[in-house]
């Protein structure tokens, strides 16, 4: 069925390190999959996207790595800092094309 | 700010009670989407408008109904509330459909 999950539920880092989230996904026929960074008190935010034409894809400090053949998402932050410290969702659309399925986050703390 | 506006932020209301929620979506989004988020069961895609009319279903109790006016902002009624429904309610928007969203900073809602 579809379903979107993630590796760990938490992850803690110390600030300037470099952070690694994953994300499984289910769906094979998936060509599009997002990352969302939630803070607390706050609705989702769109951090980056990729589609499956592609294997990588970078942006301000955060690279999204896809790999097809495990059917794996990950998201990699560059010298994490402490407004980085957020719940971090994968997302892919439903198998309708309709709406976006979420997994269910990393809590992502950076301490400095 | 994601440019989508959510009312209220917080509702507090008893069992058995019928509430309403707006959203009014980014400048020039024709689509809308509700999502529920509860600690057990994350970020849950319940309907999605499209210009007016419905477009998609996902996991919405019958209890629930939404509908999207001329000016396509969005309202998500919640009728014969139950403890359960205790929740963070988001809305979203975008251009089209099962592509990134943009999300509001939600409605908690308080069931007691």
């Known amino acids: 069925g579809e379903s979107v999950g993630l590796h760990l539920p938490t992850l803690s880092v110390q600030e300037g390190d470099n952070s690694i989230i994953n994300c499984a996904y289910s769906?094979?026929?998936?060509?599009?999959f997002i990352w969302y960074k939630q803070e607390s008190g706050k609705g989702p935010q769109f951090i980056i996207d990729?589609?499956?034409?592609?294997d990588k894809r970078q942006g301000q400090r955060v690279t999204v790595l896809l790999n097809k053949t495990v059917k794996h998402l990950s998201l990699q932050i560059a010298a994490t800092q402490p407004g980085d410290s957020a719940v971090y969702f994968c997302?892919?659309?439903?198998?309708?094309?309709?709406?976006?399925?979420f997994g269910k986050g990393t809590t992502l703390s950076v301490s400095s | 700010d994601s440019g989508v506006t959510q009312t209220p932020k917080h509702l507090i209301t008893a069992t058995g009670q019928r509430v309403t929620l707006r959203c009014s979506p980014r400048?020039?989004?024709?689509?809308v989407y509700w999502y529920q988020q509860s600690l057990d069961q994350g970020l849950q895609f319940l309907i999605q408008?499209?210009?007016?009319?419905?477009?998609a279903k996902g996991n919405i109790l019958e209890r629930f109904s939404a509908q999207q006016f001329p000016d396509l902002h969005s309202e998500l009624n919640l009728s014969s509330l139950e403890l359960g429904d205790s929740a963070l309610y988001f809305c979203?928007?975008?251009?089209?459909?099962?592509?990134?969203?943009?999300f509001g900073s939600g409605t908690q809602l308080s069931v007691l």
């Open positions: 990729i589609r499956s034409n592609m």
């Open positions: 400048s020039g989004d024709l689509s």
């Open positions: 979203a928007s975008s251009t089209g459909s099962g592509e990134k969203l943009f």
């Open positions: 769906n094979s026929a998936s060509d599009y």
């Open positions: 408008y499209y210009n007016g009319e419905e477009r």
């Open positions: 997302a892919e659309p439903n198998q309708a094309g309709t709406a976006l399925i």
